[in-house]
């Protein structure tokens, strides 16, 4: 049995299969199943956008048939633009995704059933899979329904939470700029009225009660910490030991941007996803793999299961132009509501000078990963292989397209995620063959 695990997928022009790397889609094809993250939702024209959402990453229903053409069965639609067009675009999307007799992880018509495990039966054996989304989770997350209310459609959150640990004197003079603002006696006649408890003498709510607040903690050291919220994760927990009783293998994925001290294009990840990851293994999931961040995260071995906290994107295809622009998405760009696809993306990739800029700027955004992973008796065997989407192509419509990584790029790429599983502890042998990379046995 064989699979194979991709990160992102966003895109929007057609015939996929044809127009990529013809060895890269073989060996698609080669696995039981292929699964990836689809980083955008399928409204109908009718289905109007939600407010405030600043960037929208949508495309027509009918373009997710390019995923049955490359073998891509399983798909999470749990991440940040699940809600781009409102629960109505999350329920179009639903369709779209049944109507192509995808495996739909992460986003359903409730909370329960955003967080059911969801299983491949292959030919020789059962793989489940769990899927959650980090990233905007509080906003787009489902609910149950009672007391008459239906429930909500949404995505399965792994809610968390942040704090600024500051020191004492730190945070005396933070108690003292709050007061001097006015913060601090708006915040306790709110409260007063509102029922709501103070919070304790060493955490400081700096900002309004009302409408976004910073949560400061005093500490010995300063220092940014993140923490999962208990309810997400013990369902979590319970659904991969579910997955884990009726499955021969069972992967995780998380969709998360957040890295390290609240950067989301930090190397390594925040501290909540490493607590998440843990727990998955510790729950029975054999592989936990991390998609979001549009570029490579490092590797770890936990209790000898491997954990990749990002794989970067399978596509990123913008300047096609195809994707569903609102008014409003210019407009966060600065650009004239009535402009064209090709000026936003334009925008986005070319600066003044004609440079690359953004994405298309930096090569680790191009240099990705997917995991071929192959079970037999229940013996697991992983290899990793490069990806070079070329963000920095001279034609503008192969930029974001997969290619699998020439031998001098996939050199790169084995050093940098040797480098940064370092911190782990982890490392991979390169192999002749296909260019690929295998973990070092313990």
Request: proline share 5%.
């Amino acid at each position: 049995m064989r699979i194979i695990l991709t990160g992102d997928a966003l895109f929007s022009s057609r015939n996929l299969a044809n127009r990529l790397d013809a060895t890269l889609v073989a060996r698609l094809h080669r696995a039981d199943a292929v699964f990836t993250n689809a980083e955008f939702t399928t409204p109908q024209p009718e289905t109007t956008v939600a407010a405030g959402r600043g960037y929208v990453t949508a495309v027509r229903p009918d373009t997710l048939a390019e995923f049955q053409a490359l073998n891509i069965k399983l798909v999470s639609f749990a991440n940040n633009h699940s809600g781009d067009f409102g629960t109505a675009g999350m329920l179009d999307t639903l369709k779209a995704a049944h109507d192509q007799q995808l495996i739909v992880g992460g986003l359903a018509k409730s909370l329960d059933e955003a967080r059911l495990p969801k299983f491949y039966d292959a030919a020789d054996g059962r793989i489940g899979f769990v899927t959650a989304t980090a990233t905007r989770a509080d906003v787009f997350m489902a609910s149950n329904g009672g007391n008459g209310v239906p429930p909500r459609p949404g995505v399965n959150p792994l809610r968390w939470s942040e704090t600024y640990q500051v020191t004492a004197a730190q945070f005396d003079q933070l108690q003292r700029i709050s007061a001097e603002l006015g913060l601090s006696a708006s915040a306790a006649k709110g409260r007063q009225i509102e029922r709501w408890p103070e919070p304790p003498a060493d955490i400081l709510e700096f900002g309004s009660l009302f409408q976004s607040h910073l949560k400061f903690e005093q500490a010995t050291t300063a220092a940014f910490k993140t923490q999962v919220e208990p309810v997400d994760l013990a369902a979590l927990k319970a659904s991969i030991a579910d997955a884990k009783r009726r499955s021969d293998f069972v992967f995780f994925n998380l969709h998360t941007h957040e890295g390290a001290r609240a950067d989301w294009y930090a190397d390594q990840p925040a501290d909540f996803v490493v607590e998440a990851a843990h727990a998955a293994i510790d729950a029975g999931a054999d592989l936990v793999i991390g998609h979001g961040a549009h570029f490579m995260r490092g590797a770890e071995r936990y209790h000898g299961k491997p954990i990749f906290y990002n794989l970067g994107s399978l596509l990123m295809e913008f300047e096609a132009g195809e994707s569903i622009i609102p008014p409003e998405m210019y407009a966060a760009y600065q650009l004239d509501p009535h402009a064209k696809p090709s000026d936003l993306h334009h925008h986005r990739a070319i600066g003044e000078a004609g440079q690359f800029v953004g994405f298309n700027a930096h090569p680790k955004f191009s240099q990705n990963i997917v995991l071929e992973v192959t079970i037999d008796n229940g013996q697991v065997q992983l290899k990793v292989l490069p990806l070079d989407l070329g963000l920095d192509r001279e034609n503008p419509i192969q930029r974001g397209l997969p290619k699998l990584a020439t031998p001098a790029v996939a050199e790169k790429i084995f050093e940098r995620l040797n480098q940064l599983s370092a911190f782990y502890d982890t490392q991979f042998k390169y192999t002749a063959e296909d260019h690929a990379f295998e973990l070092i046995s313990e």
